[in-house]
């Protein structure tokens, strides 16, 4: 028999942490970050800010640009991204500048065919090299221009177990949650 306790508490134990680290990967709205939100209304537009105050029913931001400050509650809203900084995309433009660059340069210094200077491989090659740095150095331009923020769904921060709200009128608010 403790063979069989022994194994239903592994298992408990490995259902507890599964349950655990599933809700891990979950990000969490933080004041002060940057956000896209996306209201529940049709043909809204996106809101771009910073998040300045922030509770488990309350999202208020600051609107990009000059804006004022507009207040949010979880059913009006459709979706919220929290901003995980520029993505650059430099290299891919470089590597594929290259890529294209080379691929024509021998193309062309291949189709040329032999001359009194090089034979037609080496037109090739030659022109390759020419060109595939060439075409590095327009796909780093590309890459500089078409690099844009990343941005990963969120949502707002669990409700607490008990929570003790004081409103602005001096009313006073007990809420209770259970997760099941």
Do not use: H
């Not at 507890?16 to 809204?44: H, I, N, Y």
């Amino acid at each position: 028999m403790s063979i069989r306790r022994s194994t239903a508490c592994a298992a408990a134990l490995l259902i507890a942490c599964a349950s655990a680290l599933s809700a891990s990967d979950t990000t969490f709205v933080s004041q002060g970050a940057r956000v896209k939100v996306f209201p529940s209304m049709e043909g809204t537009n996106p809101v771009i800010g910073e998040v300045v105050q922030l509770t488990y029913d309350t999202l208020v931001i600051v609107p990009e640009g000059n804006g004022s400050a507009q207040t949010f509650y979880p059913g009006d809203l459709r979706k919220i991204e929290v901003s995980q900084g520029k993505k650059s995309n430099v290299g891919k433009g470089a590597w594929i500048g290259a890529a294209a660059g080379a691929v024509s340069g021998f193309i062309i210094g291949y189709a040329g065919g032999p001359n009194d200077v090089c034979t037609e491989l080496g037109c090739g090659a030659a022109l390759a090299a020419v060109f595939g740095a060439g075409g590095a150095l327009v796909g780093v331009g590309v890459g500089v221009a078409t690099s844009g923020e990343r941005w990963v769904e969120a949502e707002l921060p669990p409700s607490p177990p008990v929570a003790l709200n004081v409103g602005k009128d001096g009313s006073v608010r007990l809420a209770f949650s259970l997760r099941l």
